[in-house]
């Protein structure tokens, strides 16, 4: 207990007050009170003093400080690391990190007990979860590691106990998924903030990924997505560990599904390359560890959900071999678009190549050299294979550029039904020889000698025929003219008529009246002509999009795949490829004949997985679609989600199908190094310290001898002496007191 003073001046302007009203009541006051009887006049002053001095006081704020010692009971926690990642064996004295740490806690044993006489301690066992055990054995079974999550479930049993310490025994090595992927330094600021402190320990080596010849496959990058006949670009990064000048490869495999229904896998096959499917990369790494990006691409054939696996030949000697693939499901749909578009190097042909950011759309440009180089042109003959192209543009490129048996076989490619496209430039059309190619009749424009040019800028428009042509809507029909009417002019055109006695229609035409955008059916195909070359005047200032939708509208009307065949029922998995343990989440949903969502229809959802166990999935109301999670994806394997739609009672459709796939791989023992500095960040953010193992039987030594860190609490408790109603109380009871005796002596 002690007495404190907190005064609202400081100590000698307090006590100068005090002193000037003392010397008035001595000096000053007894000469108004002479007349007075010695009793009432001494009985005055002492009044006037003990007021002066309580109002003294109370300027002085004195507070009466309490204080007890806590010593109610404390727990701690030893946590144990019992993942796989625990039985790697690169103890320098040899052995497992389980047995080290087994070790070092029987050399503990003695100053635990000792600890224990003041303290609980509790003793888990983790992986993803904790279990409570009185001995810590040398078995490591647990599947992952989750740290994060481990130490949320500790701090819910925990409670409201006082936990004065926290041991982590561990190789730090985090490999946990989805929902068990909890920050552990998150946590371990929580842990800070009510003062439970983490210490940490490590076990193994941190180069364990280095100590022998390794090859691991990760971060898969490709389109999950892709329209049938079109280039799928891949990715992925490849680790190599000791694998110094030995040749890699590195090939794509994927599922053949001929002949086979939904529910079953197929074959994983390898695929053959060409001038444009590069299935297989060889690398040689240089140094002892490195990292280096793989570039693959195929062209999928065959439509529906495929398997696609990218792997890296294993090398004589090498330890893990699970981790030198992944896969992946991919969607391969039908109606991909494939155009082939020469032209010379110029700004449209820059600005119209970023249609390719579409999965659906693939744009093969092939540059076209001029001028005295015209002759030096190589153009592959793969783009003029029928059914290899859906469509073609040329820009301002001349016959010539091509061989004439190119052309030709062109020509019959438009004859089987692919589109074509020639737009404005001052050496194609009729100047540039195509009066007299086989390419003539398809052109839906007369072609003259020379290519009369528009020198003066030109505002596109819909004319009357295209205001409505699926060509020319960039907006909606009550907003789309006034799109266009927003647009920049072009900076030019050619000068173009639609072909005399046909059915050519002029679907769009500058504000000054000339033809600008003709179109033609030409049997099983359709052509256009566009008399302009400067569109990306639009995207540079300010109307990407409206060029983007204008790009992909003609190429989708060129190619006659401006219509959907979309099912009636469809269900799909999000992510597609999972480690064990993740969740993945399941959208599905039902349209009418005109693709409008059914937001009445009742689903019923399974998913069937390796093992051909069905587990139902419980629909959830979502924004123009349904959506389900499924968790259970411990095992394995390829998994079937399928959903059946009705309303009404009535059976909408057929049946949707889609698949995951759960990864093989194992992801506490691909890369089993030991990660310290993890241990470092949760003790440096909980409050506590990374210890190595001497250091920590260094602390639980000094801890069974001067007790645990706050396991004896000193409480304060502060009591105000002049802001409470007891001082108030007594200041005007002698105020009052003062006042009766002066009235009663006639003062008042």
Not at 216 to 235: C, H, M, T, W, Y
Not at 453 to 472: A, F
Request: aromatic share 6%; proline share 6%; charged share 20%.
């Amino acid at each position: 207990m002690s007495l404190q003073f907190e005064p609202v001046w400081s100590w000698l302007f307090a006590i100068a007050i005090f002193a000037a009203v003392l010397s008035v009541i001595r000096i000053a006051y007894p000469r108004r009170i002479q007349h007075l009887s010695p009793a009432a006049r001494n009985s005055l002053i002492a009044l006037r003093v003990l007021i002066a001095v309580v109002l003294f006081l109370m300027t002085l704020r004195p507070v009466m400080m309490l204080e007890s010692d806590d010593q109610s009971n404390a727990v701690m926690y030893l946590l144990c690391d019992a993942s796989k990642s625990m039985n790697t064996e690169d103890i320098p004295e040899g052995g497992t990190r389980r047995q080290a740490l087994q070790k070092l806690k029987e050399a503990a044993d003695a100053s635990l007990e000792a600890i224990g006489k003041k303290a609980e301690i509790r003793i888990r066992d983790f992986s993803d979860s904790i279990q409570t055990t009185a001995t810590v054995g040398n078995a490591a079974e647990g599947s992952m590691t989750a740290i994060g999550k481990v130490l949320e479930l500790s701090a819910e049993e925990m409670g409201k106990e006082k936990v004065p310490a926290v041991i982590l025994l561990s190789d730090g090595k985090q490999a946990a998924p989805g929902a068990l992927d909890v920050d552990p330094v998150s946590v371990a600021r929580r842990y800070g903030r009510q003062q439970r402190p983490v210490y940490s320990v490590g076990f193994g080596s941190t180069e364990a990924a280095t100590a022998s010849l390794d090859l691991a496959l990760e971060d898969l990058d490709l389109s999950r997505e892709v329209f049938q006949g079109n280039v799928l670009p891949i990715k992925v990064r490849l680790r190599s560990a000791g694998a110094q000048g030995q040749k890699v490869s590195v090939r794509v495999l994927l599922e053949n599904r001929t002949g086979l229904f939904d529910g079953k896998s197929g074959p994983l096959e390898p695929l053959l390359p060409t001038d444009v499917v590069r299935p297989l990369a060889n690398v040689t790494p240089q140094s002892p560890s490195e990292e280096q990006t793989i570039q693959l691409q195929i062209v999928p054939e065959q439509i529906g959900d495929l398997k696609l696996v990218v792997q890296a030949d294993p090398l004589p000697g090498e330890v893990r071999p699970t981790n030198n693939r992944v896969e992946t499901i991919i969607r391969v749909r039908r109606g991909g678009i494939r155009v082939a578009y020469f032209d010379i190097v110029r700004s449209e042909q820059k600005w119209l190549r970023k249609i390719n950011d579409s999965t659906r759309v693939q744009l093969d440009f092939h540059p076209i050299r001029s001028g005295e180089m015209l002759g030096n042109n190589q153009i592959p003959e793969r783009f003029f294979q029928p059914g290899n192209y859906d469509g073609y543009i040329i820009g301002d490129v001349p016959a010539s550029a091509f061989k004439p048996a190119q052309l030709k076989d062109m020509a019959r490619c438009l004859t089987q039904g692919a589109g074509l496209m020639m737009t404005g430039g001052a050496s194609n059309l009729g100047q540039g020889g195509y009066t007299v190619s086989p390419l003539a009749a398809f052109l839906p424009i007369e072609l003259g000698a020379e290519n009369r040019q528009l020198n003066q800028p030109q505002k596109m428009l819909p004319s009357r025929d295209g205001l409505s042509h699926y060509v020319m809507q960039i907006a909606a029909p009550d907003q789309n003219r006034a799109h266009w009417e927003a647009l920049p002019p072009l900076a030019g055109a050619n000068a173009i008529a639609p072909k005399q006695n046909s059915l050519a229609q002029v679907l769009a035409t500058s504000d000054q009246g000339f033809p600008l955008l003709i179109g033609q059916g030409t049997g099983q195909g359709r052509a256009l002509v566009f008399a302009g070359d400067t569109t990306w005047l639009w995207a540079t200032q300010g109307f990407e999009e409206e060029h983007m939708r204008f790009w992909r509208q003609v190429i989708f009307w060129l190619t006659r795949k401006e219509t959907d065949d979309s099912q009636a029922v469809w269900i799909q998995a999000t992510p597609r490829d999972l480690t064990p343990g993740q969740a993945t989440e399941l959208t599905f949903g039902a349209r009418d004949p005109q693709g409008n969502a059914l937001a009445d229809a009742t689903f019923v959802v399974e998913v069937t997985d390796p093992q051909g166990k069905i587990t139902p999935v419980t629909p959830r109301a979502g924004a123009g679609m349904s959506l389900g999670d499924f968790t259970d994806t411990l095992a394995p394997g390829d998994y079937w989600a399928r959903v059946k739609a009705s309303r009404n009672g009535e059976v909408i459709g057929g049946i949707g199908v889609t698949r995951f796939y759960v990864n093989a791989r194992d992801p506490e023992l691909d890369d089993p190094s030991a990660d310290y500095s993890l241990l470092r960040e949760v003790s440096h953010a909980s409050g506590g310290e990374f210890l190595s193992q001497e250091q920590f039987l260094e602390k639980l030594k000094q801890w069974a001898e001067d007790g645990l860190p706050g396991l004896s609490l000193v409480r304060q408790e502060r009591i105000s002496l002049w802001d409470n109603w007891g001082t108030l109380l007594f200041l005007i009871v002698l105020m009052t007191a003062e006042w009766a005796l002066r009235k009663k002596v006639g003062l008042v």
